[in-house]
């Protein structure tokens, strides 16, 4: 059957990918970044899954206003790499996965998850920034990718508590697919950061922090957080979040199995507008 061995979770600030593209990762300010993410690249060699189910948002790009999935499950054979206003950024395009993505979105949608199927869709930074971070800059993915959408753009958007528990029944449907199939899931986003208003460039260290260790240690207690704590503490973009909570409900422990071994943590300010927060956990099968 198919299973998930780890969950990955990472910010997607758009200028990492900018300083990638144009060379730039070799300056200090950059370094810093990219230092929290020489565990990372070695790691996803040793431990190459088949498919990531990559749990991002969309900024605009492949949705407008016209529609809003809050749940949008990407069943394309490929993606095309996004024009986001400046070229679509120099990296492979996306290779989906159709037949578990159809399968993930059949599970989920029976145990009451109402998910948009999206057969064509470009992906923006929210999704590319992540692989990058995670692969530097190969000449093709070296892994099949799901792209899972979730709203955190246009209110309302959902809570951490529906996140979490989406989480649980992606993990249900991974593992009633027959086929064996090695299956991350990435959560990404955050962490605190605010980009318009009198209140643009907060960060909240303490709270990321907080954020990371009961991610690691209470997710069920941290998925009880409402928006406003996200949007008063980490700001109006910290809402990314929730995202996380995805990612870490499809985990083992979380279905009565042994707790995951954190491999990574790093956390790092600034990012252009945003603290950097990563963290790699591995399931105990
Ligand atoms: C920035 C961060 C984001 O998450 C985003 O989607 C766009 C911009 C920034 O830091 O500038
Ligand atoms: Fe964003």
């Known amino acids: 059957m198919a299973r998930i061995t780890a969950s990955v979770y990472t910010s997607h600030v758009p200028a990492i990918g900018a300083a990638m593209d144009l060379g730039k990762d070799k300056e200090p300010y950059w370094q810093k970044v990219f230092a929290g993410y020489d565990f990372s690249r070695q790691w996803i060699k040793d431990n190459k899954p088949d ?9 605009a790009t492949a949705f407008s206003l016209d529609i809003i999935p809050t749940f949008a499950i990407g069943t394309a054979a490929e993606f095309a790499v996004a024009d986001e206003g ?21 599970s989920v949608i029976q145990q009451d998850f109402d998910l948009t199927i999206v057969n064509r869709m470009d ?9 990058s971070l995670m692969c530097g800059q190969p000449k093709q993915w070296p892994f099949k990718v799901i792209p899972f959408a979730v709203n955190v753009v246009q209110y309302p958007v959902p809570s951490g508590m529906r996140c979490f528990r989406l989480g649980q029944a992606i993990r249900k449907a991974v593992e009633s697919y027959d086929e064996d199939v ?3 899931i990435w959560g990404t986003g955050g962490m605190s950061h605010q980009l318009q208003g009198p209140r643009a460039g907060l960060i ?6 907080r954020f990371l260790d009961r991610l690691i240690e209470d997710p ?3 998925a ?17 979040l929730v995202m996380w909570l995805i990612a870490r409900g499809a985990m083992a422990d979380v279905a009565g199995g042994p707790k995951p071994t954190v491999k990574h943590r790093f956390y ?13 956990l591995e399931n105990n099968q």
């Open 51 to 59: 498919v990531v189910f990559l749990v991002y948002n969309d900024h």
């Open 224 to 240: 009880n957080v409402g928006h406003i704590e996200y949007v008063k503490e980490a700001g109006s973009e910290g809402i990314e």
């Open 268 to 280: 790092h300010v600034p990012a252009s507008n945003t603290a950097v927060g990563h963290l790699i």
């Open 182 to 184: 090695n299956v991350q």
């Open 220 to 222: 069920e207690g941290l």
């Open 204 to 209: 909240n260290r303490e709270w990321d922090n």
């Open 86 to 106: 400046w070229g679509p950024r120099p990296v492979p395009k996306v290779e989906g996965a159709p037949e578990l993505a159809a399968h993930i979105a059949h």
């Open 123 to 131: 992906v923006d930074h929210g999704l590319t920034v992540p692989l």
